[in-house]
T-cell receptor, first 112, second 114 residues
Framework: AQSVTQLGSHVSVSEGALVLLRCNYS??????LFWYVQYPNQGLQLLLKYTSAATLVKGINGFEAEFKKSETSFHLTKPSAHMSDAAEYFCAVNSGYSTLTFGKGTMLLVSP | DGGITQSPKYLFRKEGQNVTLSCEQN?????MYWYRQDPGQGLRLIYYSQIVNDFQKGDIAEGYSVSREKKESFPLTVTSAQKNPTAFYLC?????????????FGPGTRLTVL
């Protein structure tokens, strides 16, 4: 079985502050892990993915995530938030199945 | 321009009516998926298809039906048996990259039952 837990349905940061969105997964085999971003009334856009090549994964828009097997985590970070980063973020896992399992999402709010 | 298109963007339906949502892709992906999104619940898988003329139920298939007659197309029908169909519907397709099936999404269709 595979599952994803995203801690915090809403995260608020000030513009220029560090962004940290948390994702923990459960998997019986080495997983593939993904982060997606969704802007209002749009589809999901792939930010980055972990496929076992490197534990620190860099994505688009300055985001990166680190795979930590011992902590079963794949947290998403960005050093300095921009207003345009305000969106909903989804973590997802695939551990050998044909489908992805998504977390419930974290809404990132950025204040000036 | 390669991508996934969904139509219409907004759809209104009266109770008791069936309605079909369109999803087309020109990415030459083998697999396609339908998700339902409700506020605070993330994405829930309705149906998926890994190859033409074959599809499998996801976690919430009741009240929905699909077909996969062409590689490029995977329409979803929301039937009158679906008790609460108002939601945002997302279609995706996938390709295997570096061993991982990577899904790409369309822009979505928002269905409202009046």
């Amino acid at each position: 079985a595979q599952s994803v837990t995203q801690l915090g349905s809403h995260v608020s940061v000030s513009e220029g502050a560090l962004v940290l969105l948390r994702c923990n997964y459960s998997s019986s085999v080495p997983p593939y892990l993904f982060w997606y971003v969704q802007y209002p009334n749009q589809g999901l856009q792939l930010l980055l993915k972990y496929t076992s090549a490197a534990t620190l994964v860099k994505g688009i828009n300055g985001f990166e995530a680190e795979f930590k097997k011992s902590e079963t985590s794949f947290h998403l970070t960005k050093p300095s938030a921009h207003m345009s980063d305000a969106a909903e973020y989804f973590c997802a896992v695939n551990s050998g199945y044909s489908t992805l399992t998504f977390g419930k999402g974290t809404m990132l709010l950025v204040s000036p | 321009d390669g991508g996934i298109t969904q139509s219409p963007k907004y759809l209104f339906r009266k109770e008791g009516q069936n309605v079909t949502l369109s999803c087309e892709q020109n990415l030459n992906h083998d697999a396609m998926y339908w998700y339902r999104q409700d506020p605070g619940q993330g994405l829930r898988l309705i149906y998926y298809s890994q190859i033409v003329n074959d599809f499998q139920k996801g976690d919430i298939a009741e009240g929905y039906s699909v077909s996969r007659e062409k590689k490029e197309s995977f329409p979803l029908t929301v039937t009158s048996a679906q008790k609460n169909p108002t939601a945002f519907y997302l279609c995706a397709s996938s390709i295997r990259l570096a061993g991982a099936d990577t899904q790409y999404f369309g822009p979505g269709t928002r269905l409202t039952v009046l």
